[in-house]
């Protein structure tokens, strides 16, 4: 039988595995959105430890991310490619699976989102974008070559042109991947995690000939963009992917304004963008 499940991880402390702690915030997280999955799954990095093949996955490593604080303590996020492999092996076909980023603490703005809905929304997004997959936008000002390493964009895009296309191109934002439940969000899953456990194209460097325009990087992030938009030259993704973008990433199609918590001013709108990929 079809259905929807949530998966995200979570760091436990520093004395633990180096992260903040967020144990409590998951609870609260699987408490709160348990009415709107069949199952909500979470994982820390002693019981992704625990997995079968997680050898190469979620280690430490020396270089910090100054912009993602902790990142290194858990592998520059490359679990997440571990973990949508290993719930997809387990969930039905053609279900929909949600990696969503643990950090409501951060982003208290998630729980904003219309989760209620959460299931037609996401079969929208596959079905409009005429994929298995989905990730949004970031910000369509936002170009792929503020925050993914030229390192990592050379080695996917050695031609020229390809390469200036896939820098100026909009940046894909990594914290929440929603997949269906089919051979093609397998082989796509596949493929970006044995690209996260080479540590070159995730890590901080190397990056011998940044962007005059570059910031920083994120992780896996870097990977995934070079990915998706490898698959859009291949002709594997529709030209304009991924259409929709959503403010302060809250998956929401209507403006419902929501204000910071502990904050009693300024709303914020929500609702989503219709971009066209261009």
Same mark, same amino acid.
């Given at each position: ?15 633990? #595995? ?14 709160? @959105? ?17 997995? %079968? ?154 990056? %011998?000939?940044? #962007? ?34 959503? @403010? ?31």
């Amino acid at each position: 039988m079809k259905g929807i499940y949530f998966l995200s991880f979570y760091t436990e402390g520093p004395e633990i #595995d180096g992260g903040f702690n967020l144990s409590e915030k998951s609870k609260e997280v699987k408490e709160r @959105l348990s009415p709107y999955f069949d199952e909500i799954l979470f994982y820390n990095k002693r019981e992704l430890k625990g997995l %079968p093949g997680s050898e190469e996955i979620c280690n430490y490593h020396e270089e910090e991310l100054l912009m993602n604080l902790n990142a290194n303590h858990i592998g520059y996020f490359d679990f997440k490619g571990f973990l949508i492999k290993e719930t997809l092996s387990k969930i039905p076909e053609n279900s929909i699976l949600i990696y969503h980023d643990g950090n409501f603490e951060k982003n208290p703005q998630y729980f904003e989102s219309d989760w209620e809905n959460i299931n037609p929304i996401c079969n929208r997004l596959l079905d409009e974008n005429g994929s298995d997959i989905f990730v949004q936008i970031e910000r369509s000002e936002v170009p792929v070559k503020h925050h993914v390493k030229s390192y990592v964009i050379d080695k996917f895009f050695p031609n020229p042109q390809e390469n200036y296309i896939v820098r100026n191109s909009p940046l894909l934002n990594a914290a929440r991947i929603i997949l269906r439940n089919t051979d093609f969000s397998r082989n796509f899953i596949k493929e970006y995690l044995e690209l996260c456990k080479d540590k070159t194209l995730v890590a901080k460097s190397p990056d %011998p000939n940044p #962007d005059p325009e570059f910031k920083w990087s994120c992780g896996d992030q870097d990977v995934l963009n070079c990915l998706i938009y490898k698959y859009i030259l291949e002709g594997k993704l529709n030209p304009n992917f991924p259409l929709y973008s959503f @403010l302060y990433r809250v998956i929401r199609f209507e403006n419902k304004p929501f204000v910071w918590e502990g904050q009693s001013w300024n709303p914020h709108p929500t609702g989503s963008s219709y971009i066209r990929n261009t």
